[in-house]
């Protein structure tokens, strides 16, 4: 079945552009654009609201196996079709952790019958995520996985990321390192500061950060792996960031929505749902990342979608679990760096689905002829309050609950089918 959109704003981000023109979906791919709608062709006419490719987001947790009650595979995926993420990429800590190639099948095979986007998974750098012996990373790499990395836990021993990377390098794997100096993190749960100290809260200094960074860089430089830090958070980590660039390593750089849009401010009265690893920063460095993204020196943008129950954030501050989740609220979140920061859509989305397809080798995030018909239609500037409570995840840890966002989803599609809103067949 053949899908013609017309009077649709193309947000292109290969080429930087953003006009109202056509585009032509045939066989699940894109087929053309600007041209004439061919006979038998579905004729949509998106009133001038935005067309994109959707969004890749790199780094999603999901709590199959071994966690459904906080998420499921298909919660996942209906989440993420609701919010213009039609493509997920599945963080490795789940219970078993995607350590063998058997897990990695099992993750892949449910979440082909169960979801609606498309879902690639990362698996564990190492053996249970504990950071003591290498997984199989070239039986996990033939098996579909698409980077390696142990989530959250920071892998203390230097050598034996040394060796993964040095593995990892001969076979051109990706390694996703999570930046922090846990000497110094570890019981922190606010930024160092002031506005800590008020409060009463452990705090890291952003020093912890600069200073896992600078680890890993180093790593990078004597083995020549391909890594990519899933978070950087503040100013002092751009530095090391831009020389490793500079000097040609392979290295790219991430950071959540959240630490984009929020602040340690957002905090106030303890509210757990603001709690986040690593904590909220300052807002200098808030407005020092996203210049960073501005001029392309961190080039992802994701959801870090985290969903915890309800037993996990009722609980004082410092013992109340990370994490938020992100799937539906990524776009309208990042709505607010094009209203309020001028970042411009093309841009956007760059960093949203053009980015993280090409570091992963996805032939998503494009709109060019040949590239999978993976769309999404939205409205920039519709504006809405966002009630958690109808949120399609099953966890409704938001930050962004009660508050006034514009941007809202039209509708999804992956390989040319519609998978948000829901066809009648598909309830």
Same mark, same amino acid.
């Given at each position: 079945m053949s899908i013609w959109f017309h009077n649709a704003r193309l947000i292109d981000p290969e080429a930087g552009t953003d006009r109202i023109g056509t585009l032509l979906v045939r066989e699940g791919v894109i087929a053309e654009r600007d041209g004439p709608c061919p006979e038998g062709a579905e004729a949509v006419d998106a009133q001038g609201k935005c067309l994109a490719p959707g969004i890749v987001d790199l780094g999603v947790q999901v709590g199959e196996p071994g966690g459904q009650h906080k998420e499921s *595979?298909? !919660?996942? $995926?209906?989440?993420?079709?609701? +919010? $213009?993420? !039609? &493509? %997920?990429?599945?963080?490795?800590?789940?219970?078993? #952790? %995607?350590?063998?190639?058997?897990?990695?099948?099992?993750? &892949? =095979?449910?979440?082909?019958?169960? !979801?609606?986007?498309? %879902?690639?998974?990362?698996?564990?750098l190492t053996r249970g995520r504990d950071g003591r012996e290498m997984a199989e990373i070239g039986l996990l790499l033939d098996a579909g996985a698409v980077a390696f990395g142990d989530g959250d836990r920071v892998l203390r021993d230097t050598k034996v990321l040394g060796r993964a990377m040095t593995y990892a390098k001969g076979l051109g794997a990706l390694i996703v390192g999570h930046p922090q100096d846990t000497g110094l993190s570890q019981g922190a749960c606010a930024t160092s500061g002031k506005f800590a100290s008020l409060k009463g809260l452990p705090g890291v200094s952003p020093m912890a950060e600069r200073m896992g960074l600078d680890r890993d860089l180093g790593l990078v430089e004597m083995t020549g792996a391909r890594y990519h830090a899933d978070q950087i958070t503040c100013a002092r980590a751009l530095p090391p960031l831009e020389r490793a660039k500079n000097n040609g390593l392979d290295v790219t750089a991430g950071i959540s929505i959240h630490h984009l849009t929020l602040n340690e401010f957002d905090v106030g009265d303890y509210r757990t749902f603001f709690k986040f690893t690593p904590p909220l920063r300052s807002e200098d460095d808030r407005r020092a990342v996203v210049e960073a993204l501005r001029e392309g020196l961190i080039d992802i943008i994701c959801s870090m979608? !985290?969903? @915890?129950?309800?037993?996990?954030?009722? *609980?004082?501050?410092?013992?109340?679990?990370? +994490?938020?989740? +992100?799937?539906?609220?990524?776009?309208?979140? #990042?709505? =607010?760096?094009?209203?309020?920061?001028? *970042? $411009?859509?093309?841009?956007?989305?760059?960093?949203? #689905? *053009?980015?993280?397809? @090409?570091?992963? +080798?996805l032939e998503a995030g494009r709109l060019s002829v040949g590239a999978p018909a993976d769309l999404v239609l939205f409205d920039p500037d519709t504006p809405f309050v966002l009630d958690r409570f109808k949120l399609r995840s099953k966890s409704k840890n938001t930050p962004f609950d009660e508050a006034r966002m514009e941007g809202r989803v039209i509708a999804s599609f992956v390989g040319g089918k519609r998978v948000y809103p829901e066809q009648a067949h598909d309830a």
């Amino acid at each position: 079945m053949s899908i013609w959109f017309h009077n649709a704003r193309l947000i292109d981000p290969e080429a930087g552009t953003d006009r109202i023109g056509t585009l032509l979906v045939r066989e699940g791919v894109i087929a053309e654009r600007d041209g004439p709608c061919p006979e038998g062709a579905e004729a949509v006419d998106a009133q001038g609201k935005c067309l994109a490719p959707g969004i890749v987001d790199l780094g999603v947790q999901v709590g199959e196996p071994g966690g459904q009650h906080k998420e499921s *595979l298909r !919660t996942a $995926g209906l989440a993420a079709a609701a +919010g $213009g993420v !039609t &493509t %997920i990429i599945m963080r490795p800590d789940t219970d078993p #952790a %995607i350590d063998t190639p058997e897990v990695l099948e099992y993750v &892949t =095979r449910r979440a082909k019958a169960r !979801t609606p986007v498309n %879902i690639r998974a990362m698996a564990a750098l190492t053996r249970g995520r504990d950071g003591r012996e290498m997984a199989e990373i070239g039986l996990l790499l033939d098996a579909g996985a698409v980077a390696f990395g142990d989530g959250d836990r920071v892998l203390r021993d230097t050598k034996v990321l040394g060796r993964a990377m040095t593995y990892a390098k001969g076979l051109g794997a990706l390694i996703v390192g999570h930046p922090q100096d846990t000497g110094l993190s570890q019981g922190a749960c606010a930024t160092s500061g002031k506005f800590a100290s008020l409060k009463g809260l452990p705090g890291v200094s952003p020093m912890a950060e600069r200073m896992g960074l600078d680890r890993d860089l180093g790593l990078v430089e004597m083995t020549g792996a391909r890594y990519h830090a899933d978070q950087i958070t503040c100013a002092r980590a751009l530095p090391p960031l831009e020389r490793a660039k500079n000097n040609g390593l392979d290295v790219t750089a991430g950071i959540s929505i959240h630490h984009l849009t929020l602040n340690e401010f957002d905090v106030g009265d303890y509210r757990t749902f603001f709690k986040f690893t690593p904590p909220l920063r300052s807002e200098d460095d808030r407005r020092a990342v996203v210049e960073a993204l501005r001029e392309g020196l961190i080039d992802i943008i994701c959801s870090m979608h !985290t969903p @915890q129950d309800e037993e996990s954030k009722r *609980l004082p501050f410092e013992e109340a679990a990370p +994490g938020a989740v +992100g799937l539906e609220t990524l776009l309208p979140a #990042a709505m =607010r760096l094009h209203h309020s920061e001028g *970042l $411009g859509l093309p841009a956007l989305w760059r960093a949203l #689905a *053009l980015n993280p397809a @090409q570091r992963l +080798g996805l032939e998503a995030g494009r709109l060019s002829v040949g590239a999978p018909a993976d769309l999404v239609l939205f409205d920039p500037d519709t504006p809405f309050v966002l009630d958690r409570f109808k949120l399609r995840s099953k966890s409704k840890n938001t930050p962004f609950d009660e508050a006034r966002m514009e941007g809202r989803v039209i509708a999804s599609f992956v390989g040319g089918k519609r998978v948000y809103p829901e066809q009648a067949h598909d309830a």
